[in-house]
């Protein structure tokens, strides 16, 4: 019983030092950085009809993805 419970203690003990050595969570976006971002990528890629194969949306989606990273300060 007593090696049960040390095996036990020594397993949370493990566990909490790696979720604490972990290091910090990514801070989430603000909704003005998003609005920004999704605006500059309409400006960049504007949309296109439904159907047409122009790649428009992908580009979107990686030109928001990229302003996010930059946190906005596309050139």
Do not use: D, W
């Amino acid at each position: 019983m007593g090696s049960a419970r040390n095996c036990l203690s020594s397993l949370v003990m493990a566990a909490l030092f790696i979720f604490a050595s972990a290091g910090q969570p990514a801070s989430a976006i603000t909704a003005e950085l998003a609005k920004k971002c999704r605006e500059m990528a309409l400006k960049e890629h504007p949309p296109v009809r439904a159907g047409s194969k122009s790649g428009a949306a992908k580009a979107q989606q990686e030109y928001y993805k990229s302003c996010i990273s930059k946190n906005g300060k596309m050139e």
